[in-house]
């Protein structure tokens, strides 16, 4: 068989796992997707390389070992506490990874099925693993790329007759953001403090925010960088990518609406930005791909590619109080939606002759649907606090309090399958004071 028809088999949505709880036709981890990410585990604190396959974790060091598993590399790039230097082999790497497990995971092969003391060594029950942050991140861009939300926004704090600025329909709008404060799902995220100008006072006042907000984002891992001054195409700009993640870019709404003028958000965006441990290959999401919105004006010429570029990929919020049995699903909406695809997104990036690096994270930009139960925020969900939601337990939300667990969920529905992301969790904790 070809290269080609190897990666297509493992998308083959009649293939079926001797892991078990793969099948199940709701769980997010089958054999058609196998994400990457970084775990240890009560037995073995080492950070290493792992696959999810149902409620298992597929040790790729422990095949590795084995002889199970071929990867074209001297060094031991499986063992390493983050992907970096696995994505740095290349998509063929990627590729011939994701082959190998595919088969050896399918329910016909018994190299790995049959051999119990193999078996102990390479799988670990995900109840017993500990999630870290799947990449070193060098450099973290988010985007501004829903029309939807976009429109919302600029009708809420400018004139509706012109929501969106005249730039907005010609280019991917994004800004540079912090890096360093991305974390990885679980990790509670402190209240920011900061400077609030409010309505009735002459002057700033500093204190913890008010208006605390998600922002419901996907992301995407550059898997092939570029060199200074070598701006990447448009229609290359896919083969760069490693795969997606779920992302919350937090925002501290009252902060930025007094920051953000001149040179846009600071402080309101550097706190806290989480994100899902899973990375999702973009060849576990080829079978999902479909068009993306028509673009008016058509894009000059460096923005333009052909085919399908946008993903299926449905994504919610749910919201649980503290103390709260049940969390209230607040949204719903659709990647599809989004007005620039991922490739305009990085040419646009590096158009200029920024390089980029293997591990670069990108945000798609909060992702509003057309109905008012999809938009990817609280600041447009309640219109900026005029129209509080009601909470499943009773209680109200207009901006998210102290104690509230944020999730965030995505999927892509087959035919008896799901291909999924995880979730992406954050509580809230308290300002310092």
Partial sequence: MSAVSDLQATLDPLRKSWVESANQPSHDFPIQNLPFGVFSDTSNPARRVGVAIGDE???????????????????????????????ALGRDAWRSVRIQLSRLLARETVTL???????????????????????????YTDFYSSKEHATNVGCMFRDPKNALLPNWSEMPIGYNGRA??????????????????????????FGACRKLDIELETGFVIGGGNALGEPIACADAEAHIFGMVLLNDWSAR???????VPLGPFNA????????????TLDALEPF??????????PLAYLRHDGDHAFDIVLEVKLRPQGAKQATTITRTNFRYMYWTMAQQLAHHTVS??????????????????????????????????KPLELKEGGTRSFIEDG??????????????????????????????
């Fill in 254 to 260: 009252d902060i930025q609406q007094w920051e953000y």
């Fill in 269 to 280: 965006k550097t706190f806290a930005t989480t994100i899902s441990p899973w990375v999702v």
């Fill in 404 to 433: 509230d667990e944020l999730t965030l969920a995505g999927w892509c529905q087959g035919e008896g399958y799901r291909v999924g992301f995880g979730t992406c969790v954050g509580e809230i904790v308290a300002a310092w004071e």
């Fill in 113 to 139: 099925r049959d051999d119990a003391a193999l078996r102990a060594k390479a799988l670990v029950r995900a109840a017993d693993a500990r999630l870290h942050l799947p990449v070193q991140i060098p450099g």
């Fill in 289 to 298: 791909r479909v068009a993306q919105p028509v673009q008016e004006p058509e």
């Fill in 57 to 87: 974790i597929v040790d790729l060091a422990a095949l590795q070992a084995a002889g199970l598993l071929k990867v074209p590399s001297t060094a031991d790039v499986l063992a390493r506490d983050t992907l970096n230097d696995f994505i």
């Fill in 353 to 386: 002759g920024c390089n980029t690096r293997v591990g670069d994270l990108m945000g798609s930009g909060t992702i509003s649907g057309p109905t008012e139960d999809s938009y990817g925020s609280l600041l447009e969900l309640t219109w900026n606090g005029k």
């Fill in 180 to 205: 360093s404060s991305v974390v990885v799902s679980g990790t509670p995220v402190r209240r920011p403090n900061g400077q609030l100008k409010l309505p009735d006072q002459e002057r700033p006042v």
